[in-house]
């Protein structure tokens, strides 16, 4: 059990991964979470960053397919624009999301990479099939670390202020 929870790959964030090292590596496809990998889960849309990114993937030859368990709606808003494909309402983790993300990709369990930020959908699912699997540092904590240093940096400019009152 303990294995099935851990990555083949774990990186800071989707543009550390070495997109070269996984086509030299067999990898062909990708499966990607959304919310907290690509953008935070309240971002209705790619930024220029990860759109750059889907098109570094295609220039490696590698195929995509996203897969969300987040419902239709915010799905296809997401992938409206970019034209990618996607699976929603998924039920990682489940193995037929990742099955029907492998058949789109035209790739099988030994040759497609998970990438997500979640040890108990997109890890667990990816392990137990065999599937290559990247875990990324999720967006919305990494939110929260640089919300909490500016809170600080807040409360000390308050307690200079205070004191220059008195
Ligand atoms: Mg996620």
Redesign the pocket.
């Known amino acids: 059990m303990r294995n099935l929870l851990v990555p083949k790959l774990y990186v800071d964030s989707i543009f550390e991964i070495d997109l070269q090292k996984l086509v030299d590596d067999g990898i062909k496809g990708l499966i990607v979470?959304?919310?907290?990998?690509l953008v935070a889960w309240d971002k209705k849309t790619a930024p220029v960053s990860v759109i750059k990114w889907f098109d570094e993937i295609r220039e490696h030859g590698l195929e995509i397919c996203l897969v969300s368990n987040n419902t239709e709606d915010r799905v296809v808003k997401f992938t409206e624009k970019i034209k990618i494909h996607a699976v929603h309402s998924a039920k990682k983790p489940t193995k037929a999301p990742f099955y029907k993300a492998m058949k789109t990709l035209g790739t099988d369990k030994t040759n497609t990479a998970i990438i997500?930020?979640?040890i108990f959908?997109?890890v667990l699912g990816g392990n137990r099939m065999g599937i290559y699997t990247i875990l990324v540092v999720?967006i919305r904590s990494k939110e929260f670390w640089w919300t909490t240093i500016v809170r600080r940096f807040e409360r000390f400019v308050l307690r200079k202020i205070k004191k220059g009152e008195n």
């Open positions: 979470d959304i919310d907290n990998t997500g930020d979640q959908t997109d999720p």
